[in-house]
């Protein structure tokens, strides 16, 4: 069984977005296996802004973590931060490790093994 199933190359598509755009053949690619289509659809995930993050209000279960996570601290559980090995996932990671340890929080930092552990290019 394979590992990994890799989406076939759409040459055409990509070759549009590519001159379209001014990105490379693999870049467009890429862009196309995430549902990006054109230059308009890509400009915002090119050319991102803060102004375009999603709010924190409306991720999932924000507030219950955040009721947990302090519980844990006022109780003086151990807290395990589990973060991606890319950059956003090991950044995030010490964030938060450092704002748990600075409100007195047990905190220990994992990162995700690239190796035994990765996902590939989406």
């Known amino acids: 069984m ?4 890799v989406r076939p190359p759409d040459e055409a ?6 001159e379209a755009s001014g990105l490379g053949l693999t870049a467009a690619q890429v862009l196309l296996n995430r549902g990006i ?3 308009e659809e890509a400009s915002p995930f090119l050319d991102a802004t803060l102004r375009g ?3 924190p209000e409306n991720m999932a279960d924000r507030a219950q973590a955040s ?5 844990a601290i006022r109780a003086r559980e151990r807290i395990v931060v589990f973060g991606d090995y890319d950059v956003d996932g090991t950044t995030s990671a ?3 490790s450092e704002v748990i340890a600075a409100l007195g929080g047990e905190v220990r930092t994992l990162i995700a093994d690239r190796f035994n552990g990765g996902y ?3």
Do not use: M, P, Q
């Open 94 to 96: 010490l964030i938060l």
């Open 37 to 39: 289509r054109s230059v």
């Open 120 to 122: 590939g290019l989406s």
């Open 2 to 5: 394979d590992r990994y199933r």
């Open 13 to 18: 598509a990509a070759g549009t977005l590519a």
């Open 53 to 55: 993050l999603s709010s």
């Open 67 to 71: 009721r947990r996570i302090a519980r």
